[in-house]
């Protein structure tokens, strides 16, 4: 194995755990701070907004600068920002330093790949992208529930410390082990969103935006409904996340295996149904006896990982059956609208738990997953071309 992947892995993975402790210290965040808990959901709602709309500005404006020195220094960049999170005092501070963080996490995660296929040679770049990706998978799935779990014990602080020393140390590897010779893209922005023009591709874009608008309003606020809905104690969220982590890492792979044997569009129909129902289901099994609770909690946590995780291969291959010679840059597209999404659902959720309480925001979040579906049927069901 190529040791040059393993750290750009490691980056991937260090930025996963990041997005999935931030779910989780967001109570925390609030008490230290002084707000509420969707005045904390802000955090999640400034990274969103600049992952989304900045990272195609700085992929952009760095075209000409060799990917090296743009994972390397974007790594670096989360890394510094990870530290500040974990040292700076005041709220207005933090949301700096997580809009920052995320224009860093954004910037690496938009080159890492493509650094991985520059790296490898053609029958093994499949392979190389694989090792980059499982690294965030991994993240989600092991690095997040020890991270909650570390939260808890020694404080959210250390726990960023402990990330942004992480990065630090994958940044400064990978200055010293990368090529300096590999070539950035120097495409316009209006090269990178021409794709938007193609038929049917704004339905498919806005089909990510509305799906993870419905799955962050619940994701973003996972440690209330654990806590305040299902009446479980706060040292549960480590396997709340693990039980999610899992389901992530299993959806690809079902998903993938559901795109080929049955198409994009129903694949990615019967996911968001079924999100529709794990979520409306959240309030009922609240309701059950204590001794129901936990277990249900953490099937319907596991089940939501699975559709949220496994709605990413059917979007791609519908991405790449309407641009089949752009697909680049309709996954690049797919990346802002998913972040818009999330940025959407953080504010809007927010309110909605502020004002209307933790049911609400389970009702409201299946509302907007049936949303969804109607955009995702709005998609041209076109069959694949053939090699």
Same mark, same amino acid.
């Given at each position: ?36 808990? %969707? ?22 404006? $760095? ?20 530290? &500040? ?49 499982? /690294? ?6 092991? %690095?997040?529930?020890? =991270? ?10 250390? !726990? ?6 992480? !990065? ?31 038929? /049917? ?29 299902? /009446?479980? &104690? ?13 389901? =992530? ?38 309701? $059950?006896?204590? +001794? ?19 709605? &990413? ?29 999330? =940025? =959407? ?24 997953? +049936? ?15 053939? &090699?």
């Amino acid at each position: 194995m190529d040791m040059r992947l393993v750290w750009l892995a490691l980056g991937a993975f260090a930025g996963s755990v990041e997005s999935s402790l931030i779910v989780a210290v967001l109570p925390a965040i609030s008490s230290e701070t002084g707000v509420t808990i %969707g005045q904390a959901g802000w955090l999640v709602t400034l990274y969103a907004l600049f992952y989304g709309l900045g990272t195609p500005l700085i992929s952009t404006a $760095l075209g000409r600068v060799d990917r090296r020195t743009v994972v390397a220094t974007a790594e670096f960049v989360f890394g510094c920002a990870s530290l &500040a999170l974990g040292l700076l005092p005041e709220f207005i501070m933090l949301a700096i330093a997580r809009s920052v963080l995320s224009m860093g996490a954004g910037t690496f995660t938009s080159t890492a790949q493509s650094t991985a296929v520059a790296l490898s040679d053609a029958s093994r770049r499949g392979r190389a992208v694989a090792i980059v990706v499982m /690294g965030g998978s991994l993240g989600v799935a092991i %690095g997040s529930p020890i =991270a909650v779990w570390a939260s808890q014990s020694f404080g959210w602080r250390p !726990a960023y410390l402990a990330i942004g020393g992480l !990065a630090i140390v994958a940044a400064l590897t990978m200055w010293r082990m990368l090529p300096g010779d590999i070539a950035g893209d120097r495409r316009t922005l209006r090269e990178r969103i021409s794709v938007i023009h193609v038929p /049917g591709m704004k339905w498919a874009l806005a089909t990510s935006g509305v799906m993870y608008a419905a799955s962050s309003m619940l994701l973003t606020y996972t440690a209330p409904v654990t806590t305040e809905l299902m /009446g479980l &104690a706060s040292s549960w969220l480590p396997m709340v996340f693990l039980a999610f982590g899992v389901g =992530a890492v299993a959806g690809t792979g079902i998903g993938g295996w559901l795109t080929d044997r049955y198409g994009g569009r129903q694949t990615v129909v019967v996911m968001i149904g079924l999100l529709v129902v794990q979520f409306a289901a959240l309030p009922l099994i609240a309701m $059950l006896p204590e +001794v129901l609770v936990l277990p249900l909690y953490l099937l319907d946590t596991f089940a939501f990982g699975i559709c949220c995780w496994g709605l &990413a291969p059917p979007q791609i291959s519908r991405l790449a059956v309407l641009a089949p010679a752009s697909v680049q840059l309709a996954a690049a597209l797919n990346l802002t609208s998913m972040n818009l999404g999330v =940025a =959407a659902a953080a504010l809007g959720g927010g309110w909605v738990l502020q004002h209307h309480g933790v049911v609400a925001l389970c009702l409201v979040a299946a509302l907007v997953a +049936v949303a969804a579906v109607a955009v995702a049927w709005m998609v041209p069901d076109r069959k694949p071309r053939p &090699a």
